[in-house]
């Protein structure tokens, strides 16, 4: 299957990424107003790990003072970036291509939350379809992931959790890269008349998953991704939940990959976590001082 590369130049390629600011209620907050974000944009890679709640372990979260009021049945719009001082063409390499989710957890005190445990339950997700990937339209949308607030939930404050999963390498146990991070918000407005059936992070994946643990360059745009975690809850589905049955994609026998000509040092410099070879890939072959280029799959390597 052909294999899209990209332009790497250090000056213009991205790599992680950092939920850094929601847009509510026709306001966009500063970045880390009300957010829990890391000054590192690395992911989390394992799924068992308390980390995978709110972030942290090796990307440490700085604490935020401040609660966000979110309207119950509006559109939020969590602001994705490359890191915390970059702009709208600075997202996340193109590369990374994965599924997009939020959570909710209400809590007691979104200040003082860990996030860690129970309590949890999805609002958003959107995977694959017709070779396009969640995680890309927020990119080719300025980094806005557009998340729904459901209209029959209890008022309260709350943990909103976004999220992103990069599947880039995700062939192997453990490739798959997950971004997060969590707002403290208050939900006004909400009715109270539905209960949601609620789940634990850690606990919400597993490293077997098959969203979370698959080959995305075996899949055509007639495959079948099946999204990771518990089911979309909705107003209508009542306690359980409801969303869309997906299946997993037929077995794909593996073909060899032809023979690649050895890649030509372009006199360029991938920066670390920038792609630097694979498969059809033309961009810079020589890491940054310090790195190395490492094989994560016969279509992407990656300076680390």
């Known amino acids: 299957m052909k294999f899209l590369s990209l332009l790497a130049a250090a000056s213009t390629a991205t790599a992680h990424t950092i939920f850094v600011q929601l847009d509510a209620g026709g306001k966009v907050y500063p970045v880390s107003h009300a957010i829990r974000t890391p000054t590192y944009d690395g992911p989390i890679t394992n799924v068992n790990s308390n980390d995978l709640a709110c972030n942290g372990g090796p990307n ?100 909103l959790r976004a999220e992103m999963i990069a599947l880039h390498g995700a062939g192997s146990s453990g490739g798959a890269q997950l971004y997060m991070e969590c707002a403290q918000i208050n939900i006004v407005g909400g009715t109270g008349a539905v209960s949601p059936k609620t789940y634990s992070i850690p606990g919400i994946y597993k490293s077997n998953d098959p969203g979370i643990l698959v080959n995305i360059y075996s899949m055509t745009t007639s495959s079948k991704y099946t999204i990771p975690g518990p089911p979309l809850f909705t107003c209508a589905g009542g306690s359980g939940g409801s969303g869309p049955v997906t299946t997993q994609p037929e077995p794909v026998v593996e073909v060899p990959a032809p023979t690649q000509p050895e890649p030509v040092d372009s006199g360029c410099e991938a920066a670390q976590w920038q792609q630097c070879g694979g498969q059809n890939y033309s961009g810079c072959t020589r890491c940054a001082a310090g790195f190395t280029c490492k094989n994560i799959n016969q279509y992407y390597h990656q300076c680390s």
């Not at 970036?81 to 007691?108: E, I, Q």
């Not at 999805?122 to 729904?148: F, P």
């Open 60 to 159: 440490p979260t700085m604490k935020s003072n401040e609660v966000i009021t979110v309207q119950a049945g509006t559109t939020v719009k969590a602001v994705w970036r490359h890191t915390l001082t970059s702009g709208p063409n600075n997202v996340m390499d193109a590369s990374h291509k994965g599924p997009t989710l939020a959570y909710l957890k209400k809590v007691s005190n979104a200040l003082t939350d860990t996030g860690i445990g129970g309590g949890w339950f999805k609002i958003q997700e959107d995977g694959y379809n017709g070779g396009n990937w969640g995680t890309s339209k927020v990119i080719n949308n300025a980094g806005l992931h557009y998340i729904d607030i459901p209209s029959c939930i209890a008022p309260g404050q709350y943990l």
